[in-house]
């Protein structure tokens, strides 16, 4: 087992910027972390579901995983998702990854081909953390993208000695009891960050100290306070905040989910992140019209609107 230290606080899973053609577009980069940073964020998870990184090739990840890499600090970490249907391309990610000095990797499991049982899963991720043997690293567990669903206490009992530089799970999923498992197993060994914005309050619950989601990138300190008024056990006021956080996500679900009309949100908030890649469709004009007023109705467009006005 390697040596790193737990996250604490909240990770935003940030958006890949294209340009009107389709064109990646790093120049917005700078500028996203500096607001990141400002909101007290403690650093990006990259090339993720949310950075729609399945849908980039390798170069263009590796330029943006270049770019990104200037802006972590020792206040501010990079993650890094390297996963991709072909493990050789994740290899070669995660190389690259590790010599711009990247704080951990992570990996989604295959969403072609998907591995039938946890032995097999593991085999998978140990093929690609095999070449990076010194940089921590997360699975990356988001049944609702990969369609891999088995229990994670499963996969950290067989690989906790199979893949020495196993720290932790990104968890996206419903299935709490599984998850603090999750945080019991081994006597609290690994870090298991809560990957879902709506239900953040109810992995507090469970022992959870650290957080990647998408809202993250607009609101962090709504969450932040939700977290403080657990920690003074203001539970109503940490319900109410989660209430917000719960309106938020559903307005998102439904006008495109989290990439879709994230992207937009971001728009409203000037940090123009652009269009979706295919085949993510991008938000009509109707459609973003619609969630304004819906945003309004819930008093949540003022928060987003004024994001990045720090």
Avoid at 90 to 110: F, I, N, R, T, W
Avoid at 150 to 178: C, H, Q, W
């Amino acid at each position: 087992m390697i040596q790193f230290t737990k996250i604490r606080g909240l990770i935003a899973p940030v958006f890949t910027a294209f340009k009107q053609d389709g064109e990646i577009n790093k120049d917005i980069i700078p500028a996203y972390a500096d607001k990141l940073k400002k909101k007290k964020l403690k650093g990006a998870f990259i090339l993720g579901s949310s950075g729609e990184g399945m849908l980039l090739s390798v170069e263009e990840r590796k330029s943006i995983m270049n770019t990104w890499a200037k802006e972590r600090s020792e206040t501010f970490k990079l993650i890094v998702h390297v996963g991709a249907n072909s493990y050789k391309d994740s290899q070669v990610l995660a190389k690259y990854a590790e010599d711009m000095g990247v704080d951990a990797l992570s990996v989604m499991g295959p969403t072609f081909l998907q591995p039938k049982t946890v032995k097999d899963l593991v085999s998978y991720i140990k093929i690609i953390t095999d070449v990076v043997p010194g940089v921590p690293f997360y699975y990356y567990h988001i049944p609702v993208r990969t369609g891999i669903n088995f229990n994670m206490i499963d996969l950290l009992r067989e690989a906790k000695n199979e893949i020495p530089n196993l720290v932790g799970i990104k968890y996206t999923n419903s299935n709490f009891m599984d998850m603090q498992q999750c945080i019991l197993f081994d006597n609290m060994r690994f870090d298991v960050l809560h990957g879902s914005d709506e239900t953040l309050l109810l992995g507090l619950t469970l022992g959870i100290k650290g957080g990647i989601g998408t809202t993250y990138n607009l609101i962090p300190e709504l969450y932040y306070e939700m977290i403080d008024a657990f920690n003074n056990n203001d539970v109503d006021l940490a319900r109410q905040l989660q209430s917000k956080s719960v309106r938020l996500m559903n307005i998102i679900s439904r006008h495109g989910g989290g990439i879709v009309a994230g992207k937009y949100l971001m728009k409203i908030a000037n940090m123009d992140c652009g269009p979706c890649r295919l085949p993510l469709r991008t938000i009509s004009n109707d459609e973003a019209k619609e969630m304004i007023e819906e945003l309004k109705t819930n008093e949540l467009f003022d928060l987003i609107q004024n994001s990045f006005k720090v």
